[in-house]
């Protein structure tokens, strides 16, 4: 069992209120105005995302220039090649957009864009319309998901590499329309990467555990149904209440998540009510 972090003491809280959602995920910080933020805040909220793994902002009724301003200011930013995109001038921004005719899908545990070459480091989705009850999102502590895991097996996956593809968008695509050959093209644009199991957070130095339901497909060189039976015990991991927090949504919140050492589930509790989210991504590193 992973150990608490009860305290922030080495970090500056400024003038801040944090309000922890669990003792080792999730932070919401009061008091904040994302579109006005100085570097030394933007570093300090750098450094708490990796103590926290996500941390939250209510009440920002920012443009979305702003929203894409301060994703900015924490690395370069992706335009996703799946997503539509073109419903702002702002083609980082992707639209989730949930209601009657567009039922949610997302509720399946990952880190985002893991079937890239260089995967996110983060993501900052903000609320613009939410049901009146239900669409949460759960996030999980992959550090402590790791941490967790008995030593044998541990051992077992220390070194071992993963498959991870994007074949769920391009099932989207041909449901969409697109033709086989359009399909062929995503597929070669975007061919299945190879990632470590465990990665080591470029930051912090930690171990997390680095697959998700979504994006892996298997693990090399071990048989096929050893490499199901053990990515399904991994991805269980994530499962457990015990390393995550839940954040419940009003308009205008953002939450702010570390990939590299995070993955999260939309609750698609609330169809037919509406849902309406906007999404910039930050382009992170190779793991290792
Ligand atoms: C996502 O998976 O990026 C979206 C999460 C959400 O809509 O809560």
């Not at 895991?149 to 449901?175: C, P, Q, S, W, Y």
Request: glycine residues 4%; aromatic residues 10%; charged residues 25%.
């Amino acid at each position: 069992m992973a150990e608490a972090h009860n305290a922030l003491h080495h970090i500056d809280p400024k003038s801040f209120e944090l309000e922890h959602l669990s003792p080792t995920i999730g932070t919401v910080v009061h008091g904040i105005d994302i579109a006005t933020v100085d570097s030394t805040t933007i570093d300090w909220l750098a450094e708490l995302l990796v103590e926290r793994k996500v941390i939250f902002f209510r009440d920002q009724n920012v443009a979305v220039e702003s929203h894409v301003a301060f994703a900015r200011q924490f690395g370069e930013l992706e335009v996703h090649p799946f997503f539509e995109t073109g419903k702002s001038q702002h083609p980082e921004v992707i639209h989730l957009d949930n209601d009657r005719e567009n039922p949610p899908y997302i509720n399946i545990w990952h880190s985002d864009v893991t079937w890239r070459a260089v995967p996110s480091l983060g993501s900052i989705l903000r609320a613009r319309v939410v049901p009146p009850v239900g669409g949460d999102t759960l996030f999980a502590n992959m550090e402590a998901a790791y941490e967790g895991l008995d030593d044998e097996t541990k051992t077992r996956i220390d070194g071992l590499v993963a498959v991870h593809d994007n074949e769920g968008f391009l099932r989207g695509m041909r449901m969409r329309g697109a033709s086989e050959d359009e399909i062929e093209a995503k597929r070669r644009e975007f061919p299945p990467q190879r990632h470590p199991v465990v990665r080591t957070h470029p930051v912090s130095g930690r171990k997390s555990l680095y697959v998700n339901k979504a994006f892996t497909r298997s693990i090399e060189d071990i048989a096929p149904d050893e490499s199901t039976t053990l990515l399904d015990a991994l991805y269980a991991q994530a499962w457990l209440p015990e390393y995550q927090c839940r954040f419940q949504w009003r308009a205008d919140s953002f939450a702010f998540w570390d990939n590299r050492a995070a993955q999260h589930y939309a609750v698609a509790d609330y169809w037919p009510n509406e849902r309406h989210m906007e999404r910039v991504t930050i382009i992170g590193d190779r793991p290792r």
